[in-house]
């Protein structure tokens, strides 16, 4: 005969104290241990007490289990070792990956920097340069202070406001459009 039970289906609220004066009765306690396990939605209540004789344990089985405690039966059985069962393996069926994101600042390596977009590039119908900025070029070079090319005689006219004007006519892009 065993010097411990099992007591199962405890009120949530069950304490130690509460435990030790319903099993006295029937011997004197060593050990009273309360387990809370939460499953899923449910959470289930038990309890191990072992006492420091074997005479009444058994006494304590049969007239215990079933009896009333707090708003529940509760159920009483000599405890039984813990027995290794084989792991089981997971279900693969509701297994849901992990889903990794980047930690910021985590990676190792610098990021490449992207290549500057490309700015386009314009032929500058006077001397032929090819330029970024065609308006910087043609102020900065062609204002009067050169000759035109053969056959386009508009260019470097100015307008009466002092801006370039458009080849083919005496005005600038700015008078045109107002």
């Not at 405890?10 to 809370?36: D, H, M, N, V, W």
Request: glycine share 6%; with cysteine.
């Amino acid at each position: 005969m065993k010097k411990d039970i099992f007591v199962g289906n405890l009120p949530l609220k069950t304490t130690e104290q509460q435990l030790r004066q319903a099993f006295s009765p029937y011997g004197k306690i060593i050990k009273c241990e309360i387990i809370y396990q939460q499953i899923a939605l449910r959470a289930r209540t038990f309890a191990f007490i072992k006492f420091t004789k074997k005479s009444k344990v058994e006494e304590a089985v049969k007239e215990m289990d079933g009896h009333a405690f707090g708003n529940r039966n509760i159920h009483v059985d000599f405890a039984h070792p813990k027995r290794q069962r084989p792991r089981r393996p997971p279900n693969l069926a509701t297994f849901t990956p992990l889903r990794l994101r980047p930690i910021p600042g985590a990676t190792t390596q610098p990021k490449p920097k992207p290549p500057p977009a490309p700015t386009p590039v314009y032929e500058c119908k006077q001397c032929g340069a090819r330029v970024h900025d065609l308006y910087q070029h043609i102020e900065a070079n062609h204002s009067g202070r050169h000759p035109p090319k053969k056959g386009n005689q508009t260019a470097g006219r100015r307008c009466p406001c002092g801006n370039l004007a458009v080849p083919g006519d005496d005005r600038c892009y700015t008078c045109m459009s107002g």
